[in-house]
């Protein structure tokens, strides 16, 4: 039986790929993914997982590398951050397109400049067009949970598409939290052995990446988006068949929590829903219908559940990690996007927290609480900024 | 006439220009890897010309990727063979990509896979140009050629820098083999490559092939094009085989003036049409005179090729 320990973030996904038995593992050293590396390697070098671990000369090469043994059909993982990110993301675009169910985890870290290490969701949230499918955990449990189930997902013929897991960086990956590691037998049985649908065999030659006439290339583009959205059945089926086997409710599309009966709905990703979920609780004992509807699956976006989730809000404030200069918010515009179709007319207010680790405390969540409680509605905001660190604007016309 | 091509690696239909070289030499390499092969491609002319979906020119396992991977994707083939057993049966992988794929963009990826000691040969098809782009500069376009972002012009002799040695590049990285083939000597190349397959570890083989396209020459003299690069002491050959340097044998007519293979390319016309521009081939041949004494001995280094040596040299004076 497996038992709780107390475990880094980090070595505890080490591990836990580790009972996925890829066959390759390649990447290279980022902070704060490295942990992650170090044991996978650590694993490998001590016999305790039979597989191939490339020491490559970027996150170019990892990439590449996962891509190539996951044509020849093995199971691949790799795992990056930020500006590794950066450097995968021409050859994600390519393993989506090319539908190679290579599994990574992103420990998201800000993008520089300013460079810093420390954890917000731009990095991830900049490919997420790509094709790649994207979960993030909450806490370093999820985080080892959704490899796992991330394999599952990945290599299933129904959707044949690269998945990323995101775990927030320092904040999941350094931690040391209790958690439970499945034991090796119940993996196995979990996830089988792969078995590639195609792949380059001298026995059966086939041709990989042929190039596509303008009468071609669009199928190919629209089959990547179908897969996408089929995954959403796959997510939860395969949540569910993984709760059942292992007890724990770590995948799935959206964590409801409190919200069904709330007239303030925040909805949020990744480890600040544990700092979202405490304030609630607070809340809540003062008689105040607050909810969180935490995002786990981002890419595919779960619209139709997002929308039955949501639908009986008074009010919703997205509370992110990220956004696009010059626009806005990156949830916050799709949450607007899957309410616009229902008859409700919500206010959503976007906020965006936590650039480059800033500290939020339960204070800054009870403040955007009671700002849209009280009737205020932004578009997007940065919350929380320094007026002394920034520079006196010249006003535009 | 009846023709059977199931033992082809590449099969005929393929779409390259006529005279291609790069076309030529790799039906020849790649036969002679054989079928036990998985090949992997960086985008480039090769790829377009052999893999239009839905059809495609290959009868062994092929994977292309991006430009600049194709090395690396060969690491993880190899790495997903090997964990599968395949590479015991045999099974091989050869990497290819352009100059530019190989020598630019492609750089970093491949001293990865060099450096690591994967089992791998890499072959560069090296025409000298971005020619799938339309004939822009790459690291190994040679000094004074007229491309289209190294146009000759009123200040301009077009390239403005020598080739990169890439193959010395490579041979830094001590790998046990390290090749340059020409596709001008086209029967030589497929007993070479079985031989290079025979040694365990990284290989790199660059092959000089024509581009009638890009050099604006006759698509009919490709072959000879390429051999007057080696005989006017232009593009060298040699093999460095675990360590121990191996020149081709030296041309059995003797080394000849670079005007003879300079003057049938559109790409160094401009080099023939004024003092100042002959100034320029004075100094191509003084570089073939280097070229011929660093591997032949300065025994080997013909009267003319001295002369222009002298006369860079007088100039230098000169103008210090």
Request: charged share 25%; net charge negative.
């Amino acid at each position: 039986m497996s038992k709780k320990e107390i475990l880094e973030g980090a070595m505890a996904v080490a591990h836990a790929v580790a009972r996925c038995r890829p066959d390759v593992v390649a990447a290279y050293p980022i902070t704060p993914q490295t942990h992650i590396s170090e044991e996978l390697s650590t694993i490998i070098a001590d016999g305790e997982l039979d597989a191939e671990f490339v020491k490559v000369e970027s996150e170019f090469g990892a990439a590449s590398v996962v891509l190539g043994a996951s044509a020849a059909g093995a199971r691949a993982y790799t795992a990056t951050s930020s500006q590794g990110l950066m450097l995968m993301a021409e050859v994600l675009w390519n393993i989506a397109g090319m539908r190679l169910p290579v599994v990574l985890a992103c420990a998201n870290r800000s993008v520089s400049a300013p460079l810093s290490i420390w954890c917000d969701h731009q990095d991830a949230e900049s490919i997420r067009d790509c094709g790649v499918i994207q979960i993030y955990a909450e806490d370093a449990q999820e985080s080892v949970d959704q490899h796992i189930i991330a394999f599952k997902v990945a290599e299933d013929r129904r959707v044949l598409l690269p998945m990323m897991v995101n775990l927030d960086g320092f904040l999941l990956t350094h931690v040391f939290e209790p958690v439970e590691l499945p034991d090796q037998e119940p993996v196995d049985k979990f996830l089988g052995k792969f078995e590639a649908l195609y792949k380059l065999d001298v026995d059966n030659p086939m041709s990989f990446g042929c190039f596509t006439e303008p009468d071609k290339c669009m199928e190919g583009r629209w089959m990547i988006h179908d897969a996408q959205l089929r995954s959403l059945a796959v997510i939860e089926e395969v949540s569910a068949n993984f709760a059942k086997a292992f007890g724990r409710n770590s995948g799935g599309l959206l964590e409801e929590y409190k919200s069904k009966d709330a007239e303030t709905v925040l909805v949020a990703k990744g480890s600040i829903c544990g700092t979202i979920k405490d304030v609630i609780d607070e809340l809540r004992d003062k008689g105040q219908k607050v909810g969180l509807v935490r995002v786990k699956t981002f890419r595919p976006f779960p619209r139709q559940a997002l929308v039955k989730a949501l639908s009986g809000a008074k009010r919703i404030a997205v509370i992110e990690k990220g956004g696009s200069f010059g626009s806005g918010g990156i949830m916050t515009p799709d949450i607007k996007d899957a309410l616009y179709d229902t008859s409700a007319r919500i206010p959503v207010s976007g906020f965006c927290v936590q650039l480059g680790g800033r500290e939020i405390t339960a204070d800054g969540i009870k403040e955007i609480v009671a700002r849209v409680s009280k009737g205020e509605q932004v578009a997007y905001e940065y919350f929380g900024l320094k007026p002394a660190l920034l520079p006196d604007l010249v006003p535009v016309d | 006439m009846e023709f059977n091509y199931a033992d082809r690696v590449l099969k005929p239909g393929y779409t390259s220009c006529l005279g291609c070289g790069e076309a030529l030499a790799m039906r020849l390499v790649v036969q002679a890897c054989g079928k036990n092969t998985v090949f992997t491609n960086a985008t480039g002319c090769s790829e377009i010309f052999t893999s239009r979906y839905p059809t495609s020119s290959w009868n062994a396992p092929w994977l292309h990727s991006l430009f600049e991977n194709s090395a690396a994707i060969a690491s993880g083939v190899f790495y997903a063979l090997k964990h599968s057993g395949q590479l015991e049966k045999g099974v091989q992988v050869v990497a290819m990509g352009g100059d530019g794929g190989t020598a630019d963009i492609g750089l970093q990826c491949l001293s990865g896979a060099m450096e690591r000691g994967d089992d791998i040969l890499y072959v560069c098809w090296d025409n000298e140009a971005y020619m799938n782009t339309g004939v822009q500069r790459s690291g190994l376009t040679p000094l004074d050629a007229d491309t289209t972002t190294s146009p000759q012009g009123k200040k301009s002799f077009g390239n403005n820098r020598p080739k990169k040695d890439l193959p010395m590049i490579m041979a830094a990285h001590g790998i046990p083999y390290v090749g340059i083939a020409s596709m001008g000597y086209y029967r030589e190349l497929a007993p070479m490559v079985k031989r290079i397959l025979q040694i365990r570890g990284p290989k790199f083989l660059q092959v000089h092939v024509v581009c009638p396209l890009g050099w604006k020459s006759d698509p009919a003299k490709s072959a000879e094009m390429a051999r007057l690069a080696f005989e006017t002491g232009c593009y060298l050959l040699y093999e460095i085989i675990k360590g121990e340097m191996k020149a081709h044998r030296a041309p059995k007519d003797g080394w000849k003036p670079v005007e003879e293979y300079l003057k049938p390319q559109g790409r160094f016309r401009h080099l023939f049409r004024s003092a100042d521009a002959a100034m320029r081939i004075t100094g191509i041949q003084a570089a073939a005179a280097a070229n011929i004494r660093k591997y032949y001995g300065d025994e080997a280094v013909p009267q003319f090729a001295r002369d222009a040596e002298a006369k860079i040299a007088e100039a230098a004076k000169a103008t210090a």
